[in-house]
């Protein structure tokens, strides 16, 4: 993937690209906000990265707002150190798409910038989600795995349909807790992997091969593969 | 001067030498000169009504009376004239001179060639015209001249009779009313002044209080409160809202300062623990595994100081209240249903069970994601807390019109009640918590959530006095 | 009825004019405060039925000494009260 970051931090920046190009993404660097603004309209990404911060007048939300004027709908993940809601509803406003709050670890970044640059797996519109033997209808609210149905709970649905819609994807708690629940605080207990661990005593257990898997430091991952 | 302090205004006396024209012109743009000359145009506005109100009745009156009259007089002598001509208007002239006992009416018949025929003037007044108007003129009497109120009519083929009244008692009279009304006008004046002058003076002494107190908090002195009387005026309604507001920006600085010694000081020891742990990894004869296993620590480390440092930030903006421009009206039950689910799921796993108390629906204006988050602490609290089979209920009940209670109870040990006094506080751990995870702020951000919904938060024993006591949490609200 | 208000300094003008007003045509004369008018009310009293009666017939009486003795215009006056009550009495 393109990926075109405008951060201003040198050792910042280089962690990211680092990171970002081991996963396998081209990444372009820009270190002020009007770089950032004359590369990302000039040639195409599959999703920017952007320090809320920037030096040289052109900070991220004017960036982003400028870009939108233009018609341009390249996906925009904020980074910032101002967590206050304000300030995210701001960048959301802006016309980001989504907005992590520095210190970040790097598995986030990474889990949210492909769920963002690649959009769901699965189209929207879709009336059944099916991955190796696990079938989901949205309509009928069931679950079937080789042919058994299953017993599920109503949010239990929603956390499978989430992993499901993001299959091969990695799916960081903190994304969870937001898509899921619509929560936005941090729960201090590990509720998270509780509810996953649920789920997986449903759908996994009994069955010849684990669906749900563990990204260590990261977060879940439904694919057919071990 | 420090923005958002009220100026006092500038009438007072400051024992300043200031330029007698500035002093002048500040003086001019006072408040306080402004209400008095208000109340003065006002008064001498109502007096000048009055006056004019009181000339209307008395001296318009008068007026009024006279003409009334010579329309009459003039009238009946018109139908004299069609009656009997010069010789019937003659004879009705002589009669009625002959009985006017006031002694003010005029007369004056003219034939064609300006002959008189009969009346008490002895010649046409000059200056009065011949056909039918009604003037004012001057007649002599005994030698002094005075002012006549005359009517003029043409009869017939050029006969000409002045009808009219002699007004010079009317004038004197008018002439001491308008002397008393210029007199009456000037005391009015006067006492406008003086009235202003004691307004203004009022005005001020009742600012006074408010105006010092700002004075001495905007020089420096935080402590300082505006004395209220016991008048319960607006002024002292005035004095109460500043006091209220330095009360508040007490409590804000105080925060602040809070906040600031909660990070100083513990943040520093989880901080001063990971750089002992890594460095401690630096020192030894370790292998790559156990300097791999130092650094995962280390990161761990970090990010639960993060999450602390997130948690300190978020407990402080619940306290300043900035989060209360994002409220919005929201159904509650829904909220704690769906929080009472997630823990659900960790209830389960501890043998513990969650049981729901809910009514159909309870309105509130609030923060959604604050709220949730605040039960969801309690209810945290509880399942740490409360043993295997135990349970935690959640309720919630609208007690009173302007009141919602949210109320986590547990079957726990419970807390002791100098424990329960001291749970608010910032990083305070009971001994029994100490070897749990968490931070110890989860209270902290509990009650300021509830401070912040205009509400408070309350501990008590569940069963008190029963073996195993319980806590119970009681979240209450304000309704908006 | 502002007029009104101004019917003092118009008096005082007036009254003041003839000063100003020289050569202009003398002022209009009450000729019912002399003497000859007081005999004339007299005359005009005498016929009538109640004019020897009281209280008309003193009050006649004090007019005309009143006329004589220089004070025409309460003489008048008198003769009017007496001409007016001799006719209430018929």
Same mark, same amino acid.
């Given at each position: 993937m393109r990926i075109l970051l405008v951060e201003d931090d040198a050792e910042v920046a280089r962690f990211v690209r680092k990171g970002l190009a081991e996963a396998g993404h081209n990444v372009e660097h820009a270190g002020n906000g009007r770089d950032g603004l004359f590369l990302a309209a000039s040639e195409p990404f599959d999703i920017l990265v952007l320090d809320r911060m920037l030096p040289g007048g052109v900070d991220g939300v004017r960036l982003v707002e400028t870009l939108r004027a233009q018609g341009n709908r390249t996906p925009v993940l904020f980074l910032s150190a101002l967590s206050a809601v304000d300030e995210r509803v701001k960048g959301l406003k802006a016309g980001g798409d989504d907005y992590l709050v520095k210190p970040f670890a790097f598995a986030e970044l990474l889990a949210r910038v492909e769920v963002l640059a690649r959009r769901p797996t699965m189209d929207a519109p879709a009336t059944r989600l099916r991955i190796a033997d696990l079938e989901m209808d949205l309509l009928a609210r069931s679950v079937t795995r080789a042919g058994k149905r299953i017993e599920i709970q109503p949010r239990e649905f929603r956390l499978l349909e989430h992993l499901l819609r993001h299959a091969g994807q990695v799916v960081t708690r903190t994304m969870l807790l937001e898509k899921v629940w619509d929560y936005h605080f941090d729960p201090q207990t590990n509720v998270i992997d509780v509810h996953v661990s649920r789920l997986r005593q449903k759908?996994?257990?009994?069955?010849?091969?684990?669906?749900i898997h563990t990204v260590r430091n990261a977060g879940y991952m439904i694919r057919a593969e071990a | 001067m420090p923005e958002g302090v009220v100026t006092p205004p500038p009438a007072f006396p400051r024992g300043e030498a200031v330029g007698r024209w500035e002093g002048m012109l500040r003086f001019m743009r006072s408040a306080g000169f402004r209400f008095a000359l208000l109340f003065a145009v006002i008064f001498i506005g109502a007096s000048a009504l009055f006056a004019l109100v009181l000339w209307y009745a008395t001296a318009g009156s008068l007026d009024r009376q006279t003409d009334a009259a010579v329309r009459t007089d003039a009238l009946g002598l018109i139908e004299r004239w069609r009656e009997g001509g010069p010789g019937a208007v003659s004879e009705a002239i002589a009669d009625r001179l002959a009985s006017d006992v006031e002694g003010t009416a005029i007369y004056l018949l003219l034939d064609a060639n300006d002959a @008189?025929?009969?009346?008490? #003037?002895? @010649?046409?007044?000059?200056? #009065?015209?011949?056909?039918a108007t009604w003037t004012f003129g001057t007649v002599q009497r005994e030698g002094a001249q005075i002012e006549a109120r005359l009517y003029a009519i043409e009869l017939g083929e050029r006969y000409s009779l002045v009808v009219g009244r002699d007004v010079a008692e009317k004038q004197k009279l008018r002439t001491l009313l308008a002397e008393g009304i210029a007199w009456a006008a000037v005391a009015a004046a006067a006492f406008a002044l003086l009235g202003a002058a004691v307004l203004r003076r009022a005005v001020e002494m009742r600012l006074r209080p408010a105006a010092l107190t700002a004075q001495a908090i905007a020089a420096g002195d935080l402590s300082r409160r505006v004395p209220i009387s016991q008048r319960a005026d607006e002024f002292d309604r005035l004095g109460g809202s500043m006091n209220d507001m330095l009360e508040r920006i007490d409590r804000l600085m105080a925060g602040v300062r809070g906040v600031s010694d909660s990070i100083a000081h513990d943040l520093r020891t989880p901080i001063a623990r990971a750089r002992a742990k890594l460095e401690e990894a630096l020192g030894e004869q370790t292998d790559a595994e156990t300097l791999r296993a130092a650094m995962e620590q280390g990161i761990a480390d970090l990010d639960h100081i993060t999450r602390v440092f997130g948690a300190l930030l978020r407990i402080a903006e619940a306290e300043a209240g900035a989060r209360r421009a994002a409220f919005a009206p929201l159904d509650l039950v829904p909220v704690l249903a769906d929080v009472a689910e997630f823990y659900g799921a960790v209830a389960e796993t501890g043998g513990q069970s969650i049981a729901v108390d809910l009514p159909v629906r309870l309105d509130v204006v609030g923060d959604r994601d604050l709220l949730a988050q605040a039960v969801g602490n309690l209810i945290d609290n509880a399942l740490k807390f409360t043993p295997s089979g135990g349970s935690v209920r959640i309720s919630a009940r609208a007690?009173?019109?302007?009141r919602i209670d949210i109320v986590v109870e547990d079957t726990g040990p419970g807390l002791s009640a100098t424990d329960r006094a001291r749970a608010g506080e910032r990083f305070f751990r009971a001994d029994a918590s100490r070897g749990t995870p968490g931070s110890g702020l989860g209270l902290s951000l509990v009650r300021a959530v509830a401070h912040l919904h205009g509400g408070d938060l309350f501990l008590e024993d569940a069963s008190p006095g029963a073996p195993v006591r319980g806590l119970r949490a009681t979240i209450r609200l304000g309704v908006a | 009825m502002v007029c009104d208000m101004l019917r003092l300094p118009i008096l005082a003008l007036v009254v003041a004019a003839p000063v100003f007003a020289t050569g202009a045509e003398p002022v209009a004369r009450v000729t019912t405060d002399s003497p000859d008018y007081c005999r004339e009310l007299a005359q005009r009293l005498a016929?009538?039925?109640?004019?020897?009666?009281e209280p008309a017939r003193s009050l006649a009486e004090d007019g005309l000494r009143l006329c004589e003795n220089g004070n025409p215009r309460s003489g008048v006056a008198r003769l009017r009260r007496a001409i007016r009550a001799a006719r209430l009495e018929h």
């Amino acid at each position: 993937m393109r990926i075109l970051l405008v951060e201003d931090d040198a050792e910042v920046a280089r962690f990211v690209r680092k990171g970002l190009a081991e996963a396998g993404h081209n990444v372009e660097h820009a270190g002020n906000g009007r770089d950032g603004l004359f590369l990302a309209a000039s040639e195409p990404f599959d999703i920017l990265v952007l320090d809320r911060m920037l030096p040289g007048g052109v900070d991220g939300v004017r960036l982003v707002e400028t870009l939108r004027a233009q018609g341009n709908r390249t996906p925009v993940l904020f980074l910032s150190a101002l967590s206050a809601v304000d300030e995210r509803v701001k960048g959301l406003k802006a016309g980001g798409d989504d907005y992590l709050v520095k210190p970040f670890a790097f598995a986030e970044l990474l889990a949210r910038v492909e769920v963002l640059a690649r959009r769901p797996t699965m189209d929207a519109p879709a009336t059944r989600l099916r991955i190796a033997d696990l079938e989901m209808d949205l309509l009928a609210r069931s679950v079937t795995r080789a042919g058994k149905r299953i017993e599920i709970q109503p949010r239990e649905f929603r956390l499978l349909e989430h992993l499901l819609r993001h299959a091969g994807q990695v799916v960081t708690r903190t994304m969870l807790l937001e898509k899921v629940w619509d929560y936005h605080f941090d729960p201090q207990t590990n509720v998270i992997d509780v509810h996953v661990s649920r789920l997986r005593q449903k759908i996994d257990k009994g069955f010849d091969r684990p669906l749900i898997h563990t990204v260590r430091n990261a977060g879940y991952m439904i694919r057919a593969e071990a | 001067m420090p923005e958002g302090v009220v100026t006092p205004p500038p009438a007072f006396p400051r024992g300043e030498a200031v330029g007698r024209w500035e002093g002048m012109l500040r003086f001019m743009r006072s408040a306080g000169f402004r209400f008095a000359l208000l109340f003065a145009v006002i008064f001498i506005g109502a007096s000048a009504l009055f006056a004019l109100v009181l000339w209307y009745a008395t001296a318009g009156s008068l007026d009024r009376q006279t003409d009334a009259a010579v329309r009459t007089d003039a009238l009946g002598l018109i139908e004299r004239w069609r009656e009997g001509g010069p010789g019937a208007v003659s004879e009705a002239i002589a009669d009625r001179l002959a009985s006017d006992v006031e002694g003010t009416a005029i007369y004056l018949l003219l034939d064609a060639n300006d002959a @008189r025929l009969a009346g008490n #003037l002895d @010649r046409w007044p000059p200056g #009065l015209p011949p056909e039918a108007t009604w003037t004012f003129g001057t007649v002599q009497r005994e030698g002094a001249q005075i002012e006549a109120r005359l009517y003029a009519i043409e009869l017939g083929e050029r006969y000409s009779l002045v009808v009219g009244r002699d007004v010079a008692e009317k004038q004197k009279l008018r002439t001491l009313l308008a002397e008393g009304i210029a007199w009456a006008a000037v005391a009015a004046a006067a006492f406008a002044l003086l009235g202003a002058a004691v307004l203004r003076r009022a005005v001020e002494m009742r600012l006074r209080p408010a105006a010092l107190t700002a004075q001495a908090i905007a020089a420096g002195d935080l402590s300082r409160r505006v004395p209220i009387s016991q008048r319960a005026d607006e002024f002292d309604r005035l004095g109460g809202s500043m006091n209220d507001m330095l009360e508040r920006i007490d409590r804000l600085m105080a925060g602040v300062r809070g906040v600031s010694d909660s990070i100083a000081h513990d943040l520093r020891t989880p901080i001063a623990r990971a750089r002992a742990k890594l460095e401690e990894a630096l020192g030894e004869q370790t292998d790559a595994e156990t300097l791999r296993a130092a650094m995962e620590q280390g990161i761990a480390d970090l990010d639960h100081i993060t999450r602390v440092f997130g948690a300190l930030l978020r407990i402080a903006e619940a306290e300043a209240g900035a989060r209360r421009a994002a409220f919005a009206p929201l159904d509650l039950v829904p909220v704690l249903a769906d929080v009472a689910e997630f823990y659900g799921a960790v209830a389960e796993t501890g043998g513990q069970s969650i049981a729901v108390d809910l009514p159909v629906r309870l309105d509130v204006v609030g923060d959604r994601d604050l709220l949730a988050q605040a039960v969801g602490n309690l209810i945290d609290n509880a399942l740490k807390f409360t043993p295997s089979g135990g349970s935690v209920r959640i309720s919630a009940r609208a007690p009173a019109r302007e009141r919602i209670d949210i109320v986590v109870e547990d079957t726990g040990p419970g807390l002791s009640a100098t424990d329960r006094a001291r749970a608010g506080e910032r990083f305070f751990r009971a001994d029994a918590s100490r070897g749990t995870p968490g931070s110890g702020l989860g209270l902290s951000l509990v009650r300021a959530v509830a401070h912040l919904h205009g509400g408070d938060l309350f501990l008590e024993d569940a069963s008190p006095g029963a073996p195993v006591r319980g806590l119970r949490a009681t979240i209450r609200l304000g309704v908006a | 009825m502002v007029c009104d208000m101004l019917r003092l300094p118009i008096l005082a003008l007036v009254v003041a004019a003839p000063v100003f007003a020289t050569g202009a045509e003398p002022v209009a004369r009450v000729t019912t405060d002399s003497p000859d008018y007081c005999r004339e009310l007299a005359q005009r009293l005498a016929p009538m039925p109640g004019a020897r009666t009281e209280p008309a017939r003193s009050l006649a009486e004090d007019g005309l000494r009143l006329c004589e003795n220089g004070n025409p215009r309460s003489g008048v006056a008198r003769l009017r009260r007496a001409i007016r009550a001799a006719r209430l009495e018929h």
